[in-house]
């Protein structure tokens, strides 16, 4: 990484991503590592998809959007992950300007409708829990929705408003993107045109969406659990925090690295640091979403193990017939 140098850029046509490493025994680990991250990542919000899309038990508000919340994962860990283990693999850094644009604009989307979705899910949480009574009517199956729309509306316009805020700035100063996918502070730092007005602006935005939301899911959550702690049955109690505790635990792990990478001080050293933080806040949440969820969550576990025995039904079924086939053949 310390061998690339800062060098004058006219021609905006392409960016240069930073890399893990220069040594190429460790591109070739560190691609392999992203790989398995990569995979697993996938694997395990595809699984809460078709576990909550075909399993009845889970056709309720709460799955609907953790339903959506996986979907959103797997697109959110497909956008930079595979990019960045193919680089690394191929040592080929180079990004054209659309792609970087378009990878900007997806990356805030993403993390905008994750942000918006997990406010919405506190809210369902507190409904179900405070108002047991009113919530097939509060969170009718038309109001969730409603809710998903405007939680992707509100995303595509704060992508779109910030990707071409950015992308209307002069880029001379240098094509080298101190990150291992095109994020807007870093683009940021490599302007040479006035970016005080873009700062100003993503930090407004971050703190309208990301501190308002995480406002609002700290509020919904204080009167969800004073609610619980009232429960008579500590049975209820357990089921109650078993719904809970996956959703704090992932609401925190995304706002809180993405806080520290965005409001950290800049910095125009080429840090291994900034990468390895950014890593943190676009690749573990989506990652650990699906372990989290499956680790607390009851019927999620007991989902699985159904899936689990179903396929390995399926499978001995298969082989049972593949056996007649292949004996039936040997006689003829």
Known sequence: MNSLKMSNFTSETEFL????????????LYS???????SAGLMGNLLIVIITTFDKRLHTPMYFF??????????YISITVPQASVYSLMNNRTISVTGCAAQVFLVILMACVEVTLLTVMARDRYV???HPLHYPVIMSPRVCLQMTLTCLLTGLVYAAFHTGYTFRLSFCHSNV???????IPSLLRISCSDTFSNKLSLLASALVVGA???????ASYVRTFSTVLKFPVKEDQKKAFSTCIPHISVVSLFLISGAYIYFQPPSDSESLKDIILSV???VIPPFMNPIIYSLWNKQIKDAMGIVMKSTILIKKKIKGCMDMVKFSSQNI
């Open 66 to 75: 953790l339903r959506n919340l996986s979907m959103v994962d797997a697109c």
């Open 128 to 130: 179900a829990i405070c």
């Open 212 to 218: 308002g939301c995480y406002a609002f899911i700290i």
């Open 17 to 28: 991503l930073m890399g893990f490493s220069d040594i190429r025994e460790l591109q070739i």
């Open 177 to 183: 993107v101190h990150q291992f996918f095109c994020d």
């Open 280 to 282: 943190f806040y676009t």
């Open 32 to 38: 392999f590592l992203l790989f398995l991250i990569y």
